[in-house]
């Protein structure tokens, strides 16, 4: 069930975004810990005027702005794919994480096939490359 909080932020950000948004997810960088990269959160709540969104964040609420976001009605089927050089070893090729629709990360995948596998949700996911715009 979804509060009126969230019915409303949706309605307003529908007003100023166009898309009635439940979900999102960081466009990539600049990261906004604790807000993981590549992955879903449900909107909480909007300010239209500061343009602020809030996200519920592993029982906690985090605001970030609306320009850093990707919105989604829906939680969307494909996972998301980027290079981290955080995951990187020294002297190795590029490494890409990648994060299910449920938010399991997994570093070190093969762009080569059209669906990764997620271990923990036990099935294979298509993926995309984030959308920085
Ligand atoms: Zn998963």
Redesign the pocket.
Known sequence: MRSDRAESASRRLLERHGVGAEWARLKGSPEQPPIERGRWYPIVDYDGTSDLVTLGVSGSEVEAACSLLNLARDLPEK?VVYHDSRWQEPGSQITYVFV?????ARPDVNLRSHQIR????E?D?QWEREKPD
């Open positions: 996972g299910c629709p449920k938010g399991h997620c271990n923990e949700c099935r996911y």
